[in-house]
């Protein structure tokens, strides 16, 4: 079972910036795609961005040009950095391991092997 532990969240003025870490433990780490998803009160779950065992990357149109995920398969850390934070980017964000295999259309929730516990994103306007 792989443990997911995420940090970085925080209130942050709009226009502003923050990084998102995210440690695993275990092996499966280097092995398996990994995203970000976040969810707001009101609003449905969605998936921010994904990055693939060998690093390709896909995002939500919302998020297109101000956020980057990455990964360091050595530190078994996987990364978000937002920059140019807007009040509707406020939620409580998640880190996730999906199953092996997967694809960019079956990166759906079902398929998350893990979930870290979550932190909280606050834009101010």
């Known amino acids: 079972q792989v443990q997911l532990v995420e940090s970085g969240g925080g209130l942050v003025q709009a226009g502003g910036s923050l990084r998102l870490s995210c440690a695993a433990s275990?092996?499966?780490?280097?092995?398996?795609?990994m995203g970000w998803y976040r969810k707001a009160p009101g609003k449905q779950r969605e998936l921010v961005a994904a990055?693939?065992?060998?690093?390709?990357?896909n995002y939500v149109d919302s998020v297109k040009g101000r956020f980057t995920i990455s990964r360091d398969n050595a530190k078994n850390t996987v990364y978000l950095q937002m920059n140019s934070l807007k009040p509707e980017d406020t939620s409580v964000y998640y880190c996730?391991?999906?199953?092996?295999?997967?694809?960019?259309?079956?990166?759906?929730?079902?398929?998350?092997?893990?979930w870290g516990q979550g932190t909280q994103v606050t834009v101010s306007s």
């Open positions: 996730t391991l999906f199953r092996s295999g997967v694809s960019w259309a079956t990166m759906v929730s079902r398929n998350v092997l893990s």
């Open positions: 990055i693939t065992s060998g690093g390709s990357t």
């Open positions: 275990g092996s499966m780490f280097s092995l398996n795609a």
